[in-house]
């Protein structure tokens, strides 16, 4: 398992911690960084170099399948268990055990000892539950009073309140923590930045129904005469410099108000698209914004790029226009959802190129599937960004159930749908909840229309109708290497005796009669054929030692290569083989969907799937647990695959005819949800995503938008005129309110420092970076400004300084103990009594001694340092190059500012050989890192 190097840098962190500290550490990852891959190496250490014991610990059922099953797949070799009563599973003796703290908290003695405990997305844990952790940790140490206790999670808050870290909680330090802002930094995502404004806009008698502010209300406010001019005034000074601009309006009346005014004070085009926006009309708007060639004439001439974009709630995160650089909010929202992202839910697996994963089996980077609006051909992009959060607070699940869809997505997440008229060809994309109230039906994609794969891979039609009835009625000898077909329908015997033949294989046939209570059965024909070429009466014939590479029943990546004509007669060699076989002269309508058994091999039908939906036919995988008999009392559970060549599938609106509408008709609507339950999604350049849920496939929109990379843009700014980041918080740290009711007003969670506009909790009196002193509150008054606060947690400014002298010395941190790592402190003078300060890591183990050994190496000839004093005598011997200049980048909000860039002169020569490093025996002290951290 090959790890990131904060990944190592985070578990580096808690082995020191537990080394050295008697409380118990915290890491705090970003979601998508990569938390379980920690966590198992965590556990493979535990087990494997320390021979211990750990248990996760999770909080609701699902996440303890997704810890366990995670576990499984990246350390296969590692003993896990489940104990759990919601999963009916009660383990004890593994190394490793997942369990839910509801089911062991009173039964620590069945347990038995352990060395660790984990508590995964632990900033789940509630006040109220703490009593069990501390019930169960107290019986713990009756056993191994050296237990010790861990924390993972992407945000060191409670999901209620407060720290989660304290000397009386039960996380004591955080022992590690990376943030979004350097994920961004180091290229991950665009950087997302405000500019200060003059216009503000006050929310704080809007009310809120449902979860949102009330729509009426919200128009009433936005739609304001002065406030439309002032914003709009605003929103052309700030972009002179953007190239695309989407702005997101509170209503169809105040986004045709915005559009009028921003053409009329810059006498630019803007497009505007709501819902009732015909989709051709769309479609070219669409196409014009995001700079792709629209014919005005029969000539060719070309209409211009749209730079200004109004919408209304249709436009949402999953819109595929990589080249904005520029986002406004033109409309407040209380919902946390519709501010951010949009997502799965967590049964939702997503395609990959090898094979369907779930949320914690992708991070972003890899790639996965998705539909090309226009080519409708499954691709494969890299993941830009991923989501995995709870169900926020006003937001809801939408879903539908039906023989051939299962859907199930948060009520702002992106559908990808087409009308069902002669005429319209266009595929749209419409928020769910949206989508829910449409009177008429429509289709979705379920599949790529396959037009890709029309170049037939190297084989006739009849050796790919070999590896059809290979793979459900055939079967390889290891001892003499044949492949045997096993067939007792009589109809296909004459059928694969041509096939065969026509393959120029020689082959036997031997037939086996069944007696007994099978008697009444045909005799079952067995087609041998064997490896090489075959003697005697056959010579000359040929053995299938050729399609080695394809004879393989987990379907080898060499499948990938068929057309999709070859695939057709692939899947009806497999129907005639295992297909389910019924007397169609009984019907009164001819099936077109083959039903495929294919026994216990799931990843056979997985691999079908896959290859089905790319060349445009619809897949069902079915899952059937059989029912234990006489002559099998434990059967083992069979998998079957449905499938039919297209490529959409329809979905009733809710007009049953021209008056009569009925709410219940199968379609897409609310469905139950948990109040604990979790969401991802992902964000691809498509703007789409091939989704899977229990076997059936769909394709819907992904989540993002702001964040992802163009090379038009460096960054993409935010101008906020709702009050939303002030709201909800930065965009790294959304807040999560708790017990808003309907009818009461919105409550803000954050609050700007007017003096240096640092985001920061509301319940903080006075600000931790200038010392400004908050009043008590009082009515705002209501003006028209953007909001100032960093979509992130701070806005980015990088400043060059000329360096006038530097100054090298070694660092403790207060506090600390003798035995902890020092570093090596480096002050740069940029002028009078101006100092800016660098620190780096020789002592630390992990990805902060990687960090310093890359700094030394870009400014020494000597080798690497050991410690930090022998790289400062170094450093003070003239051993390192002078820094000329240095870029600070100023992050509001931060306590230091950051030197990311630093212009050197040239590096001397190495001065330790003149130097003695030894200590005073002239020893290499020891190095106790592989002491048992626990």
């Known amino acids: 398992m090959q790890l990131r190097d904060y990944q190592q840098a985070a578990i580096d962190a808690v082995y020191d911690y537990l080394r050295n500290k008697d409380g118990n550490p915290c890491v705090v990852l970003p979601t998508g960084s990569g938390k379980t891959p920690c966590l198992s190496r965590i556990c493979m250490d535990a087990v494997t170099m320390w021979n211990g014991r750990v248990l996760v610990l999770a909080h609701v059922k699902e996440l303890l399948e997704q810890s366990a099953n995670t576990l499984r797949r990246i350390a296969p070799d590692l003993p896990v268990g489940i104990y759990s009563a919601g999963l009916n599973s009660r383990d004890t003796g593994e190394p490793v055990i997942v369990a839910g703290i509801q089911s062991v908290y009173n039964r620590a003695e069945e347990l038995g000892h352990f060395d660790l405990v984990i508590v995964d997305e632990c900033h789940l844990l509630v006040p109220e539950g703490d009593g069990m952790y501390q019930t169960f940790l107290t ?29 009386d909680n039960l996380l004591n330090d955080i022992c590690f923590e990376i943030g979004v802002k350097q994920l961004i930094e180091e290229k991950y995502l665009c950087p997302l930045k405000t500019k200060g404004g003059r216009s503000k806009v006050d929310c704080s008698n809007l009310h809120i129904r449902a979860g949102e502010f009330i729509a009426a209300e919200v128009d009433e406010l936005m739609n304001n005469a002065d406030l439309v001019a002032s914003a709009c005034r605003e929103i052309l000074m700030q972009t002179h410099d953007r190239h695309s601009v989407l702005i997101f309006a509170a209503s169809v009346a105040h986004a045709e108000h915005v559009k009028e005014t921003i053409e009329k004070f810059s006498g630019c085009e803007c497009g505007l698209v709501t819902g009732d926006t015909p989709s051709v009309e769309r479609e070219t708007i669409l196409k014009r914004f995001k700079g792709e060639k629209v014919d005005s004439n029969l000539f060719g001439d070309g209409l211009s790029q749209l730079k200004f974009l109004v919408n209304v709630n249709v436009l949402t995160t999953g819109f595929d226009a990589p080249n904005v650089d520029c986002v406004v909010l033109l409309r407040p929202t209380a919902s946390p959802g519709l501010y951010y992202q949009m997502c799965l839910d967590m049964e939702t697996e997503v395609l990959t190129p090898f094979g369907w994963r779930h949320c914690h089996e992708i991070t972003v980077g890899d790639m996965v599937g998705t539909f090309d609006l226009e080519t409708e051909e499954i691709d494969y992009v890299h993941a830009e960004n991923k989501v995995h959060r709870p169900l926020r607070r006003g937001e809801s699940m939408y879903g539908i159930t039906n023989p051939r869809l299962d859907i199930r997505i948060t009520n702002n997440h992106n559908m990808v749908l087409r009308c069902t008229g002669k005429t319209c060809k266009n595929w749209q994309i419409q928020p769910a909840d949206q989508v829910a109230t449409r009177r008429d039906g429509y289709i979705i994609p379920i599949a790529g229309s396959g037009q890709q794969y029309d170049q037939d891979a190297n084989l006739t039609d009849a050796e790919v109708a070999f590896l059809g009835w290979f793979l459900t009625d055939g079967y390889k000898n290891h001892c003499n290497g044949t492949i045997t077909i096993s067939q007792s329908a009589r109809k296909f015997h004459d059928e694969i005796r041509h096939i065969l033949t026509s393959c120029g294989f020689g082959f ?86 083959m039903t495929i058994n294919l026994g216990c091999r799931r990843r056979l039908a997985d691999r079908l799937q896959q290859l089905a939906i790319e060349r445009g036919f619809r897949c069902d995988v079915r899952h059937v647990f059989p029912t234990p008999s006489e002559w099998n009392q434990f059967p083992q559970e069979q998998w079957s695959i449905a499938v039919r060549e297209i490529y959409t599938s329809f979905i009733g609106g809710t007009r049953k005819d021209k008056n009569e509408l009925i709410p219940n008709r199968c379609q897409l609507g609310e469905v139950p949800y948990a109040s604990n339950e979790w969401v991802w999604c992902l964000t691809t350049e498509k703007g789409t995503l091939v989704t899977r849920r229990n076997g059936k496939v769909a394709i819907v929109g992904n989540c993002g938008r702001g964040f992802r990379l163009h090379e038009s843009k460096t960054d993409c700014l935010v101008l906020d005129y709702g009050g939303n980041i002030l709201r909800h918080g930065p965009i790294d740290a959304i807040t999560i309110k708790d017990g808003i009711k309907e009818g009461q007003k919105g409550v803000t969670p954050m609050r700007e420092c007017p003096e240096c506009q640092l985001i920061m909790h509301a319940r903080i009196k006075i600000c931790p970076d200038c010392g400004y002193i908050f009043p008590e509150p009082e009515t705002k008054k209501h003006e028209t400004e953007a909001s100032e606060a960093g979509i992130l947690s701070g806005g980015i400014e990088d400043i060059e300084y ?87 980048r100023k992050i509001p909000g931060e306590k230091y500012d950051k030197i990311i860039r630093c212009e050197l002169g040239e590096i001397p020569e190495g001065v330790s050989a003149m130097m003695t490093n030894t200590d005073a025996f002239g020893d290499p002290i020891p190095n106790n890192n592989d002491d048992i951290p626990f």
């Open 139 to 167: 019986a713990m140490r009756a056993i191994n009073p050296h237990i010790r206790l861990i924390g993972l999670t992407a945000t060191p808050y409670r999901m209620k309140s407060g720290l989660l870290c304290g000397p």
């Open 508 to 593: 036997r046939e031997y037939r086996q009669s069944h007696t007994g209570d099978l008697a009444q059965y045909d005799d079952n024909i067995m087609f041998v054929i064997p490896h090489g070429e075959p003697r005697g009466e056959q010579y000359g014939k040929s053995g299938w030692a050729y399609l080695e590479d394809w004879i393989d029943k987990d379907v080898p990546y060499i499948y990938n290569s068929l057309s999709k004509k070859q695939f057709r007669i692939l899947l009806n060699a497999m129907n005639q083989g295992n297909g389910g076989h019924r007397d169609f002269s009984k019907l009164d309508y001819t099936p077109r969907t």
């Open 802 to 888: 000329d360096v006038q002298d530097v100054y090298y010395s070694v660092h403790t941190k207060k506090g600390a103990d003798a035995w902890t790592p020092k570093t090596m402190k480096i002050e740069y003078r940029v002028g009078f009594n101006r100092y800016h300060y660098e620190w780096v890591c020789p002592e630390h183990d992990g990805w902060a001694r990687k960090r310093f050994e890359k700094w030394w190496l870009e400014r020494s000839n000597d080798p690497l340092p050991e410690t930090a004093e022998e790289a400062v005598d170094i450093a003070n011997a003239g051993g390192l190059a002078v820094p000329v200049s240095i870029t600070i």
